[in-house]
């Protein structure tokens, strides 16, 4: 890559670091025009949802054959989860596995590489969100094995334990 480009490419994440996204979106726009590729495509979507703009986020991703890069594929499971697309965030995020419930944590984290944790945590949300409240907590057990720091993941199982004992 010229170094013009990669010069942009810092330009628009400065940008989206001091929360202009204006000017974040009108050179990921810019750049995506000039170079079509994996990175400029995941460039300007992640600069969409950081906008707000969850729905172009989601067109852009879902017209690309990005799917195989992690940080695209959590984003677009993140846009279908925000637009309460569950079966299809659900499905991003499971990929080669053919259901949920024959998940293998080796298999999802090299499909998701470092992405894995934040990967499960989202699927966990997916379930909880559907009421599969046990296999909410199975993905948010796993995702906490993977990064111990995840907070929010922890939380959600201390609410979710406190609704399967009352519901046993």
């Known amino acids: 890559m010229s170094v013009a480009i990669d010069s942009v490419k810092v330009y628009i994440n400065q940008f989206i670091h001091n929360f202009d996204y204006v000017d974040a979106i009108f050179l990921a726009e810019r750049l995506y025009a000039e170079v079509k590729n994996d990175e400029s495509t995941y460039l300007l979507a992640r600069t969409y949802y950081l906008s707000g703009d969850v729905n172009k986020s989601y067109w852009l991703l879902r017209n690309s054959s990005i799917e195989h890069v992690p940080a695209a ?63 909410a907590s199975e993905c948010y057990r796993k995702s906490l094995k993977l990064n111990p720091f995840l907070w929010s993941s922890f939380e959600a199982l201390c609410h979710l334990g406190k609704y399967l004992q009352k519901k046993n």
């Open 73 to 135: 594929k959590i984003l677009l499971a993140k846009c279908c989860f925000d637009t309460d697309k569950l079966h299809e965030a659900e499905s991003i995020l499971v990929g080669n596995c053919l259901s949920i419930n024959t998940l293998a944590l080796d298999d999802f984290v090299n499909d998701h590489g470092d992405q894995a944790a934040f990967a499960l945590q989202l699927l966990a949300k997916v379930c909880e969100k559907s009421d599969r409240h046990q296999k």
